[in-house]
């Protein structure tokens, strides 16, 4: 199993439609995929797969070998009040799983979805690039260092068009590999506006997607994370 989360802290960038476009794909190949939406406010990730969860439990949905766990409560009290919940997490029969969590102003979902995954890909918005790779600086040292989840690389989301040198710089900032440029046009924006696939929508979006699923699958399977030990550290680290 790999559980993998699309992380920075910060808002708007995009997680979840990526989130949601890269389980389609992983799927499509035949991987069992769970996904699971801990965004309460929004539930954009239920919404975009039409799932209305009235308790926490796994919904198949109309695509293949694709699930998705709707919380009904926050990930940071769902993690305060059953460790076990989580725990259980790894013991599913999935190929992957992908932990969605909303973006707050603290970071705090964000970091314990760090917490829980074994790999985080970052995500930077290019019309915003200075706040998304200052966040995505802070969820790297964060998230490798102190939680334990291995960075596979990073994303951009929302340009038209981006110059090799500005991606090589990224890279080098970072220490990590562009996995995926998206970019916009009109047919992904209204996938991202009215929180729909774009993966069945546009051909140069399917391929971005495909690149980060070829990542994906080369990546090592892992075992139940030390997940007591690590949100102990978060406690002490007064991250919650």
């Known amino acids: 199993m790999k559980v993998i989360t699309y992380a920075i802290a910060k808002g708007g960038v995009g997680k979840t439609i990526l989130t949601a476009n890269t389980a389609v794909a992983l799927a499509e190949k035949g991987k069992k995929v769970l996904m699971v939406d801990c965004d309460l406010g929004s539930k954009s990730l239920s919404h975009i797969f039409n799932v209305n969860g009235s308790k926490t439990k796994i919904i198949e949905t109309e695509f293949n070998n694709l699930d998705i766990l709707p919380i009904e409560q926050s990930i940071v009290d769902a993690i305060k009040m059953d460790f076990d919940h989580i725990k259980r997490l790894y013991e599913l029969d999935y190929d992957y799983v992908f932990i969605d969590s909303p973006a707050t102003t603290s970071g705090v979902e964000t970091y314990l979805a760090l917490g829980v995954a074994h790999y985080f890909i970052m995500v930077l918005d290019y019309l915003a690039l200075g706040p998304s790779l200052q966040g995505a600086i802070n969820t790297l040292v964060i ?7 291995e960075p596979i690389g990073f994303v951009i989301n929302n340009c038209y068009s981006i ?3 500005i991606v090589n710089d990224i890279q080098k900032i970072l220490g990590l590999p562009n996995l995926a440029i998206i970019k916009r046009n009109p047919i992904v924006e209204q996938t991202y506006s009215s929180k729909i696939l774009a993966y069945y929508k546009d051909e140069e979006f399917k391929r971005e997607i495909d690149k980060i699923v070829n ?4 990546a090592e399977d892992r075992k139940e994370k030390r997940f007591l030990e690590i949100v102990e550290k978060m406690r002490k680290g007064l991250i919650i």
């Open 215 to 218: 990542v994906l699958e080369k």
């Open 163 to 165: 110059s090799e040198t």
């Open 143 to 149: 998230g490798k260092n102190y939680l334990e989840c």
